[in-house]
């Protein structure tokens, strides 16, 4: 193994210090002073209503107030979204879920803006509701339908347009048809019904698979709307000088998808929008995208001059921005007698909310995961987004991953249990290995789910005795999950980067990559000190600023690593070039003779024949003149060989490795212990261990997977957005409740470095988000093997163990 | 109507005097009249201890707190800590145990590990899970925060 | 938050003269945990806010003949450092010790606790079982209730306009009188009851409160009868649990379903009794 010099070191976060003194400026912590205005949004009370009249001159009379916006004025823009332009920033002449922004106050304080929301006259005319995505995703009104390409986008090129007649029909649409909404080519809505994307995978062929079963289980499962709770909530202040510039700054994920959206939705050139990322107070998910961003642009519009402050309440931060997608899961699998899945149907009905801008992706990713990291020969899978009047789905940690594999691991130990295998042997059985082919008919390689079973065996005691239960009345159990995930992204997604050489040496890194927590600043820095052989000290990671820092598709997906990785790594390469060059020439010696460390270009047949990268970071003067100039290392990444997936088949198009440049693989056991008279669950340890090809740093990558498990465990145990009609009745932390310091487990993690990944900065693949995916299963199999009693809905809560525990006794099990 | 009332209040060791409305929290005060923004608006409801400040030695959450009751009292933030460039041994044990990722509960845990020892300067772990179970946080999954403040502790205790 | 005025009264009758000249107009201002909260939900916005910490003597908790004495100031923080030194108060410390978290607690107050009035409220069951009373100040004059005569409904006590709660008094207890307060929420810690039971057994009796089952705290008096006519140990302790059980009126909302919360309080009460008598649990 090779050894590096800050590679694979636990080297301390270079945010660290303005993070522990409170230095750090988050978005809300900015102030510019006494041309500042406040804002207040006005939401929809109404989960499905048209808007038939907004009366807004009791609040622009309002003393204080300086702007009003609604969805019917010029400055509101025009339809939206990251993969299907579905969304209106204030809504235009509907409102679709609760909570709608419909209009938008600016004020010179927050009171004035709350008392003139109160002065705006609303008329809706309410409209029946869909709250339930499989009953969604049966009307049908069967129009007629016209596709046709639309001009070529920046972003997806062949983008194409649906135009449809509409008919009659039975049934609530939330979007007429999808007349006119253009989207990514891969996404494939079907009009006249309320399913914005349905996904096909057709592998092998699945009757003749299920003839070959001897076992055969059909199951449903449920998933709740959970949401991310980063402790930052949601926020964004614009400025539209008296030039037409307008600059953001935002708690964002992904900067440059912000400028992007913005200039489409609002007809603006890049050159004149700038978007200035803060620290982040966690993303997750949630600040991919547009969420907030949009509301103060239409009001800074209407204020040239004034900079347009909204910080958005907890309450508003969990159900107007994203959501986690609600999940029914109906799965049919079946195994042969040596413990081989054979064949595997699934329907996958996502309850994604009004407007599916950006989950028609995670209905993708999960449809072509719906495998499991397992192979399965013959395979049926339909994956439907689906309109409903609930808060809008977005991504959110894992992606997809965490929802299906909730029903695809619990569904391998009922599996495993009629066939009379140990679940952990059952898994070792079917994993993906070298050469197996995907549910998209691809070899898959670095596939590494076996060393991370066999590690998490050894280190959880698997074959050994459970420990004994604290008292009488308490029931141990055990269970393991495993999973996978790759980044869920376009076949494009680009990431670049910029290394600016200072007078002294140091060096600025500029990316557009945003440290949401997970340490992107620091493991960038590491790449470009370890490929530079210069101090990591001397690293600056500047914070994104879309006018000087160059462009980063978005810090989604587990990707940062990877492919900013790999940009700021190829700006190292070219920086360096740089440097050899001019200190060859300084040295006297040839070119392919120095090298660079620990801040010195040398000579390789001399160490002490060397030069300060100091020295020569701006050129060199020498008698004969200057050698060199400035040094600017430039670095563009795309992964390579990306292809589609057939329309029909979700098999891969193109000869190539389909979606996914790499997966990640993981398995937790979870060990816990349940109290039989209350139904409590505590959850005693957790093992986890992820194959993860190269650990960057130790500490901030274990640190990672503590997290996503804590995350993982929270969901499991105590997660659910409850909607009623529409409308959440705990959207905050007294009934939305999180995990806190009390309620953590041991954590035992193994991070594995089997499988290397080619093109991977020093072999690094990505493990954000697959930390948290495989908990709650792993917990839910546990509780099986305590107590025989399998709960199918998220959360496990005490009341619905106990419940589950006297059926069990009742029916005399 | 609304009366605004003088207070006079130590900040971080410091006398500040100040006019303000009875209606404004103490959060409110120290973030935008102060300008020391550490503390944070995590929920407003004293539910995740985001906002979590010392008055006289004591952690409160300064959103529940109105800033005209603070007259006379002595208030600690996370911009009290340390000075001239060098960190509070608290401040240090974060950075080097890897007790934080995103930062925005960063200035509330640290300010409730000093509260903790100021006032049990031998905890147990448990303890510390239990004292800190008011202050949320959603990237580190707490283990890297407890071994921060007992590191902090064991160090004092020689 | 609403525009209000601030007072800060320097006596009681000052607070009361406030309090009755602005009726339902003004509130008092204690710990502000709860208070605050209904203000930022714009659910009262009372024109006038009376902050009586600043009224001395209600800074004040001190055990004397008549027992301790809480006064209305006094944090929950304080009030539980002062309990720890009287073992046959621990059911009341206990029950302050569940409440929220530290940063809450270190400005909360007991009285604000008890006149919140919330059906969940954790401190209301420990008092009952210590036979607490309640000393109010008023513009008519003064008057002491107990504890459980002091509630009229969820969020509803029988404060009429201008009285104030300025303490609360906790009557002398033998040293060999245990007590435990168990509680049981969806999450371990910081979390609002699904259900609260208070024990307490001296020489004589066992009392047994539970919170968060009714609109206002109730006494599990059957169960209290069978334990007084039959004594306290293993059999009994089963025989009152069920019969504690069926004292409570638990309704269905979001935190528990009414079934559950039945459940719970025959367990809580089972492993409460079992604790006072030195059993074990089956």
Not at chain 3, 95 to 120: F, K, Y
Request: proline share 5%.
């Amino acid at each position: 193994m090779k050894e590096y010099s800050v590679i694979g070191h636990s080297v301390k976060r270079i945010d660290a210090r303005e993070k522990v003194t409170g230095a750090a400026k988050f978005v809300d912590d900015l102030q510019f002073g006494r041309r500042t205005l406040q804002v207040k949004i006005l939401r929809s009370p109404h989960p499905h209503a048209r808007i038939l009249s907004i009366d807004t001159t009791g609040a622009l009379n309002l003393p204080g107030v300086k702007a009003v916006v609604t969805g019917r004025d010029k400055e509101a823009g025009g339809k939206m979204g990251l993969y299907l332009a579905d969304r209106e920033v204030y809504a235009g002449d509907r409102v679709r879920f609760v909570g709608e922004p419909v209009a938008g106050v600016a004020a010179e304080t927050l009171q004035i803006a709350e008392e003139a929301l109160k002065l705006i006259r609303v008329e809706y005319d309410a409209l029946p509701g869909v709250f339930d995505p499989v009953a969604g995703a049966r009307i049908n009104n069967a129009p007629l339908v016209h596709e046709q390409p639309s001009p070529t986008d920046l972003w997806w090129q062949g983008m194409h347009c649906l135009t449809t007649k509409p008919s009659a029909g039975e049934g609530t649409l939330l979007h007429d048809y999808l007349s006119g909404y253009t989207c990514a080519p891969f996404i494939h809505p079907v009009p006249g019904t309320n399913i914005s994307n349905h996904f096909k995978l057709r592998k092998g062929d699945i009757a003749s698979g299920f003839a070959e079963a001897a076992v055969i289980e059909e199951n449903i499962f449920y998933v709740p709307h959970i949401q991310h709770c980063q402790i930052e909530n949601h926020g964004a202040i614009a400025l539209y000088d008296q030039a037409g510039n307008l600059t953001l700054w935002a708690s964002s994920q992904s900067p440059n998808a912000v400028r992007k959206i913005l200039s489409e939705g609002f007809n603006i050139p890049m050159t004149r929008i700038r978007v200035i990322s803060s620290y982040v107070g966690g993303g997750f998910g949630g600040k991919a995208g547009v969420t907030t961003e949009g509301l103060v642009v239409p009001l800074a519009m209407k204020l040239p001059g004034y900079h347009i402050k909204l910080a958005l309440t907890r309450e508003e931060t969990f159900q107007t921005t994203f959501v986690r997608q609600g999940l029914v899961a109906k799965l049919k699998t079946g195994v042969n007698k040596e413990g081989r899945i054979v064949a595997t149907e699934v329907e996958l009905f996502w309850d994604a909310g009004a407007y599916t801008e950006y989950g028609v992706n995670m209905t993708r990713s999960g449809g072509y995961c719906a495998s499991g990291p397992y192979l399965i020969p013959h395979m049926k899978v339909d994956s439907y987004c689906v309109y409903t009047n609930h808060p809008v789905g977005g991504p959110m940690r894992g992606f997809a991953m965490p929802e299906i594999h909730w029903a695809i691991e619990q569904q391998m130990d009922i599996l495993a249990e009629k066939l009379g295998i140990d679940p952990l042997e059952f898994r070792l059985i079917n994993a993906l290995r070298e050469g197996s082919l995907s549910s998209y008919g691809v070899p898959m390689h670095g596939a590494t789910l076996v060393d991370t079973i066999k590690a998490a065996r050894e280190k959880c005691g698997w074959d050994e005795p459970k420990p004994a239960p604290s008292a009488p009345h308490k029931a141990v159990g055990r269970g393991i999950a495993c999973m996978f995930k790759a980044p869920s992204m376009p076949p494009n997604a680009q990431s670049s980067a910029v290394l600016k050489f200072n007078e002294d040496g140091t060096v600025n890194l500029l990316t557009t990559a945003s440290d949401i927590g997970q340490g992107a600043m620091t493991a960038l820095a590491q790449i470009a000190a370890e490929e530079l052989g210069i101090p990591i000290e001397w690293i600056k990671t500047n914070l994104p600023d879309t006018d000087y820092t160059p462009y980063e598709w978005q810090t989604v997906a587990s990707r940062i690593s990877y492919s900013a990785g790999n940009a700021v790594l190829r700006a190292a390469r070219d920086a360096k070039d740089q440097l050899e060059d001019v200190g060859a020439k300084v040295l006297g010696v040839q070119r392919e003779e120095v090298a660079i460390a620990e801040g010195f270009v040398y000579a390789l047949n001399n160490h002490s024949h060397r030069i300060a990268v100091r020295d020569i970071a701006m050129g060199f003067l020498t008698e004969k003149g200057a050698i060199g100039a400035p040094v600017i290392g430039r670095g563009q990444f795309v992964p390579e060989g990306l292809t589609g997936l057939d329309k029909d088949t979700g098999q891969e198009v193109g000869g190539g490795k389909g979606p996914a440049p790499f997966y990640t693989y993981g398995t937790q056991v979870a060990d816990i212990e349940v109290d039989t008279l209350t139904g409590e669950i505590v959850v005693k340890r957790i093992t986890a261990a992820y194959e993860v090809g190269k650990v960057i740093n130790r500490e901030m990558c274990a640190a990672q997977v503590q997290g996503g498990i804590i995350q993982g465990l929270s969901s499991a145990l105590f997660e659910q957005l409850i909607l009623e009609n529409g409308k959440p009745l705990n959207n905050d932390f007294v009934d939305y409740k999180i995990a806190t310091a009390s309620d953590i487990p041991v954590m035992d993690i193994i991070l594995l470095e089997t499988s290397p990944q080619p093109d991977g900065p020093f072999g690094a693949k990505g493990v954000a988000e697959p930390t948290m995916v495989p908990t709650a299963p792993a917990i839910a199999n546990a509780l099986y093997d305590a107590l025989g009693i399998r709960i199918k809905d998220l959360p496990m809560t005490a009341e619905k163990v106990l419940a589950a525990l006297k059926e069990k006794e009742a029916l005399g099990c | 109507m609304m009366t605004s009332k003088a207070i006079t209040m130590k900040v971080n060791g410091r006398d500040e005097r100040l006019t303000v409305d009875p209606n404004r929290t103490l959060l409110s005060v120290l973030r935008e009249d102060l300008e020391l923004t550490g503390a944070k608006p995590g929920c407003e409801a004293g539910e995740c201890g985001a906002c979590t400040v010392l008055v006289d030695g004591r952690p409160v959450n300064s959103c529940m707190i109105l800033a005209v009751e603070m007259d006379g009292t002595d208030i600690l933030t996370i911009e009290g800590l340390g000075g001239e460039g060098a960190l509070d041994e608290m401040q240090q044990a974060f950075v080097d145990h890897f007790a934080l990722q995103c930062g925005y509960c960063t200035p509330g845990m640290i300010l409730m590990g000093k509260a903790l020892l100021a006032e049990n300067p031998c905890p147990s772990e448990d303890e510390v899970k239990e004292f800190i179970s008011g202050n949320l946080c959603r990237c580190t999954g707490y283990e890297n925060i407890v071994r921060a403040i007992l590191a902090v502790a064991a160090r004092n205790r020689g | 938050m609403h525009k209000f005025e601030y007072h800060e009264p320097k006596t009681i009758s000052e607070a009361s003269v406030l309090l009755q000249t602005y009726g339902d107009q003004a509130k008092i201002l204690a710990g502000g945990t709860d208070l605050l909260i209904r203000f930022r939900r714009g659910v009262i916005e009372p024109q006038h806010v009376v902050n009586i910490k600043k009224i001395p003597g209600l800074d004040r908790i001190a055990i004397s003949q008549e027992g301790i004495e809480i006064g209305a100031a006094v944090s929950m923080v304080e009030t539980e450092k002062f309990l720890a030194g009287f073992p046959q108060y621990q059911v009341l410390a206990q029950a302050i010790h569940s409440v929220a978290s530290c940063q809450i607690r270190n400005r909360a107050t007991v009285a604000g606790n008890v006149c919140n009035a919330s059906p969940a409220a954790d401190t209301v069951p420990a008092l009952v079982v210590l036979d607490a009373k309640v000393n109010i100040r008023g513009v008519q004059g003064d008057r002491c209730i107990a504890i459980e005569n002091f509630f009229a409904g969820p969020g509803k006590t029988v404060l009429v306009s201008g009285e104030i709660v300025s303490s609360i008094v906790i009557p002398p207890a033998a040293e060999t009188a245990a007590g435990v307060y168990l509680k049981q929420s969806r999450r371990r810690l910081v979390d609002l009851a699904i259900v609260g039971l208070a024990a307490f057994s001296d020489a004589q009796t066992v009392k047994i409160a539970l919170g968060s089952v009714a609109p206002t705290v109730v006494r599990a008096q059957a169960a209290e009868q069978l334990l007084a006519q039959q004594g306290l140990n293993r059999t009994t302790a089963l025989a009152a649990a069920k019969l504690t059980a069926m004292s409570a009126v638990p309704i269905s909302d979001i935190r528990g379903s009414r079934e559950y919360r039945l459940a719970l309080v025959e367990v809580l009460a089972q492993r409460a009794l079992l604790a006072l008598c030195g059993g074990e649990e089956e």
